[in-house]
């Protein structure tokens, strides 16, 4: 077995260079529609989110995997009726979803292919999870949270988002597949930029079903990891384990990082669950992480560190789905330094990535 050589991550000034280019064209398509015009377009991604929703949940990209199909042949493979899959499908195409050859076929664009279930890094699991009616439900209470402060599933469901996933199993192995499918993204943009190599014990706290995990210990062939979250979550996490052949290093135990995390680990990694709680709840989380972590043990959160500012940035929104479900909030790195120290942590750096994802590195203060 060879130990990976130490990865290079791609340099900050090409990452933020791109998303640069990437507002400038943004604002440069803008100029050439009136202001309305650019509002509705805003306003209709609603409906772009419902028909991508269709895409993902009959598995219409699935159907289209081997070649190009009518609407028609697509309505009998998807159990659907004829006329309103071809809406749904011309309107994915006039969005560039598909095209819409002469011969009247849908083919997938590139764009498209990520919507397949089996595509490498794939988006339909996360699609089904924005889609469905629960998560639209609670977007629809956006308006109560804002003028409340409380979220729209406390609102809602009468309980938190936690507690709400444990009472509706359904909905909960769509949340947990949906974060496995963008931990596929993060794994891919960032795992490979932090080198673990020194690292003899890897504890992923919240880790859901152990997709980052499994990447980690896949990178890191002497290392060993545990997986850590709810009782209810790590039960799905066995084959992801098995699948990526690691599961032989790993162990798997439950409880909540509110009452202790698995104890003498020299790397303790966090994705996206930080950014679930309020400062106050995320501190007491950063303690016990505190109080777990061996001598020279380093804390890893991957989360979209927000820039400062109001610069597009992916994060601003996502911000929004922290407000409507768990109640938590994303952060800039001054505010991750801040809580960090709350929690007994000194921030040493953030390291970008190709992605919206930072890996934000911390050392015990
Ligand atoms: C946003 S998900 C992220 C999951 C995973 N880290 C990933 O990126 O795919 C947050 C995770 O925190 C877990 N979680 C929530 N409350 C928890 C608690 N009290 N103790 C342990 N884990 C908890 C959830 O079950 C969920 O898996």
Redesign the pocket.
Known sequence: MTVPSKPKAPPAWLIDGIGRVRSVLTDASRAAVPPNIVLLEMAQGAWLTQALYIAAELGIADALRDGPRTADDVAQLVDAKPDATYRVMRALAANGVLTLRRDGRFALTRVGQALRSDHEGSMAPMIKLVGRAEHWEHWSRLMHSVRTGQTAVEALRGMSA?DY?ESNPEYAAV??DA??G??AV?IETAVPLYDFADRKLVV??????G??LAKILTQTPTARGVL???P??VEGARPILAAAGVADRCTVE??????S?PDGADAYV????I??WDDEEAVA?LRNVRTAIADGGKLLL?EMVLPEGAPPHPGMLLDLEMLVH?GGRERTAREYADLLARGGFRLKRVIATPGPMSIVEALPA
């Not at 992923?204 to 079903?209: M, S």
């Not at 966090?270 to 669950?273: A, D, F, L, Q, R």
């Open positions: 936690w996933l949340f947990n974060m496995t963008v931990s993060a992923d706290v919240g880790g859901g079903h997709a980052l850590f979250d709810l209810t979550v439950d409880g909540s990082f509110f009452d995390v966090m994705k996206t669950v950014h679930d989380i991957f768990a």
